[in-house]
């Protein structure tokens, strides 16, 4: 298995947009940091300990990567894949 992800593909597994289309839509648009780096590309590769900070409806979140999906699963294994940092609300 690989070490790496595409961003638009780990999102969707994580269940933080609901089609992979999305997720590429959210980095096309910035809305995704990737350590630090905003204005990633979808095909970004993804790794374990990367932080990424996204969009919560009107809120922000910060989470870091624990693990790569290798399928969009329920939301018990989803959650497996990321810790949350801190949400500003």
Not at 11 to 39: H, Y
């Amino acid at each position: 298995m690989s070490d790496s992800q595409r961003l638009d593909k780990w999102l969707f597994f994580a269940r933080f947009v609901k089609t992979r289309g999305l997720g590429t839509e959210w980095c096309e648009k910035g809305r995704v940091t990737l350590n630090g780096q905003p204005g990633v590309k979808p095909a970004h590769p993804v790794r374990a300990g990367d932080v990424l900070i996204l969009p919560k409806g009107r809120d922000i979140q910060a989470v870091r990567v624990l693990g790569l999906g290798t399928r969009r699963g329920p939301a018990p294994h989803a959650r497996l894949l990321y810790e949350i940092l801190n949400e500003r609300t």
